[in-house]
């Protein structure tokens, strides 16, 4: 039975009710200044309710979300995220991003898998140092959720995946592989090298890429750099396609830094894919097997 899902990242749901001056006075500073003069202008969280319209009117089995759905990794903002998640009305998959984990604050006190753990049930290992790669299975098709989120200094992006990580997930991608299921990759950012901004990168990206060479997967999904992105890197036996999707809630009519979704159905380990771009009234078909007509929804 074939797997449809709509594929989003970066969505920087915003709320700031009731957050004191006081929780300003570390990393947020930089982060809070950013969001008035840039961020909290260029993103629009009216575009995920409408992205949200389009994948109940598409009828997709789940939403998948890559990280970044806060901005400061605030309680409020994490409350306001439930909200929202919880009237999608459909099945949702996450991970965490670089803003999910902005302090060492809500890494240490698990702000994210607290508050938003429901949505990432599924296969992991024991203990909390094992709560990461999950996966979740939907007949033919895993899906696996990867941590890049890393609390980084100020004016940094960074994540790593880590080796305690990237030892679990080679032994999850040989034994999904040896089931013959169709391994897609969730992770938050770029895993292909040279894409990421300066100060954006994934630190252990060769060795993220030595797992992948050795073990294979069949689609690797991320986020974080706000511009759509689409390459390869080495398999075991054949390259294997990754697609990074703009931010979903991005206002930009920059070629590739429009917001975007993307609409993934998976069969057996043939892949099909639409592209769903704003401009600036809603969001087109623009890409893939049912491009044509392009059009709005209802």
Not at 4 to 28: A, E, M, Q, T, Y
Not at 41 to 64: G, I, P, S, T, Y
Not at 224 to 234: D, F, K, N, Q
Request: glycine fraction near 12%.
């Amino acid at each position: 039975m074939p797997l449809r899902f709509l594929h989003c990242s970066d969505i920087h749901l915003l709320s700031l009710r009731g957050v004191g001056p006081h929780r300003f006075i570390n990393k947020r500073l930089t982060g809070g200044v950013n969001l008035l003069l840039k961020r909290g202008k260029h993103h629009d969280e009216a575009l995920f309710d409408r992205m949200v319209e389009h994948a109940r009117a598409l009828a997709v089995d789940r939403v998948v979300i890559t990280g970044d759905l806060t901005n400061l990794a605030l309680e409020q903002e994490f409350e306001h995220v439930v909200a929202k998640l919880e009237g999608v009305g459909l099945p949702i998959t996450i991970i965490p991003g670089n803003h999910d984990a902005y302090t060492r604050g809500s890494m240490r006190t698990r702000r994210f898998e607290i508050m938003l753990g429901q949505y990432m049930d599924g296969e992991r290992g024991a203990g909390d140092e094992a709560y990461y790669p999950f996966v979740q299975r939907f007949g033919e098709v895993a899906l696996i959720g990867v941590s890049t989120a890393h609390a980084s200094l100020p004016l940094y992006a960074v994540g790593t995946v880590g080796a305690a990580q990237l030892e679990r997930l080679d032994e999850i991608l040989a034994r999904l592989d040896a089931e013959g299921l169709a391994r897609v990759v969730l992770i938050h950012h770029p895993v292909m090298p040279g894409v990421a901004k300066r100060r954006h990168d994934l630190l252990d990206i060769d060795a993220f890429g030595q797992v992948i060479a050795r073990r294979g997967a069949e689609l690797i999904l991320h986020g974080h750099e706000h511009v759509a992105i689409e390459g390869t890197i080495p398999g075991p036996r054949e390259p294997v396609p990754v697609h990074g999707v703009s931010s979903g809630t991005n206002l930009s009519q920059h070629p590739g830094r429009e917001a975007a979704f993307c609409v993934y159905r998976i069969e057996g380990r043939s892949i099909e894919r639409d592209v769903h771009r704003w401009d600036g009234e809603d969001f087109r078909l623009v890409e893939g097997p049912s491009a044509a007509p392009a059009g709005a929804i209802g």
